[in-house]
């Protein structure tokens, strides 16, 4: 277990040992409970809504994370976690084109399961699985919730459509992923796609988009030379390990924490409805190019 996860337990078993009950504070608690319980039926209402039913469980998961965060981050240990995140929404405005070429979807993603915070570099999605049993989770949202800790933005070529599924091919290490795309934004077979996918959960057989496409403009000879340039400066993964694990680990996390959203407002060209246009090799963004090619879209 982490120090941090460490320390948040320790300031529920302390809160759990006091003689004196805090009223108010049990009212509140009571109310949390309430909103978490909650979360197990907002698939249900997601469905009736006419969600895809795998993004409905993975919403949901990411709803719980969320209020289970607002509850941690009041915690004085959580405090370099919020002000990271503070000063990165201050910084970037997450909030989708027009206001930002960064959006919620990948902020929010971006804050609870790659942010690194703490001497043992644990993310909220960390804390949460360390402090599972004694927070008492749902085991399927849990299992949601490591799926998305797991997972990670990646860089992925368009193959084709079946039906209502994108064949996306992995650039590092060429795993084939079908996937479903809530925008609806279908692409075109040769496009480079940023994008985080989320796996399949049981009684599934895709992957879900879960963030707005980026579509990329650079070439993925390009692309694929840019990555192998990382490989000696990236910092981070124990070694020895593979060069492919090496790039999926700078793809999460970067060369510092806001890597990647500073390349995506960096690189911003354009966007419609149901994807966003990036232009430009991160460590070569003077030789961006702001026009957005009419045969990309």
């Not at 004694?134 to 193959?159: K, P």
């Not at 049981?202 to 992957?207: A, E, L, T």
């Not at 993925?220 to 680990?249: D, N």
Request: proline share 5%; glycine share 6%; net charge negative.
């Amino acid at each position: 277990m982490g120090r941090i996860a460490q320390k948040i337990l320790q300031g529920l078993e302390k809160a759990r040992s006091m003689d004196v009950v805090d009223f108010e504070a049990h009212l509140a608690a009571k109310k949390r409970s309430d909103e978490y319980q909650g979360q197990l039926h907002i698939v249900e209402r997601l469905l009736r809504r006419g969600f895809d039913p795998l993004h409905a469980h993975y919403i949901a998961a990411q709803n719980f994370v969320s209020l289970l965060c607002e509850e941690l981050t009041l915690l004085p240990v959580m405090k370099p976690f919020v002000r990271m995140v503070s000063q990165a929404e201050n910084d970037y405005m997450p909030d989708g084109p027009p206001f930002s070429a960064l959006t919620r979807s990948y902020f929010v993603c971006w804050a609870f399961f790659d942010l690194y915070f703490g001497k043992d570099k644990e993310t909220i999605g960390t804390c949460i699985q360390e402090l599972s049993a004694d927070l008492a989770i749902d085991a399927h949202i849990l299992d949601t919730i490591q799926a998305m800790q797991q997972s990670r933005m990646s860089i992925y070529e368009h193959c084709g459509v079946v039906e209502s599924e994108i064949i996306l091919r992995d650039l590092t290490d060429d795993r084939i992923c079908y996937c479903y795309v809530p925008t609806g934004y279908q692409g075109k077979t040769g496009q480079l796609w940023y994008v985080r996918l989320l796996p399949p959960l049981p009684g599934f057989q895709y992957h879900i988009a879960f963030t707005t496409p980026y579509i990329l403009m650079n070439t993925r000879e390009e692309w694929l030379a840019f990555l192998h340039r990382m490989v000696p400066l990236t910092k981070g993964p124990k070694r020895p390990c593979s060069v492919t694990e090496i790039i999926q680990y700078f793809l999460k996390h970067g060369l510092q924490a806001d890597y990647w959203l500073e390349y995506i407002v960096a690189s911003f060209v354009g966007a419609q409805d149901n994807a966003i246009f990036l232009a430009g090799i991160p460590d070569q963004m003077e030789a961006v190019d702001e026009e957005m090619p009419e045969e990309l879209l």
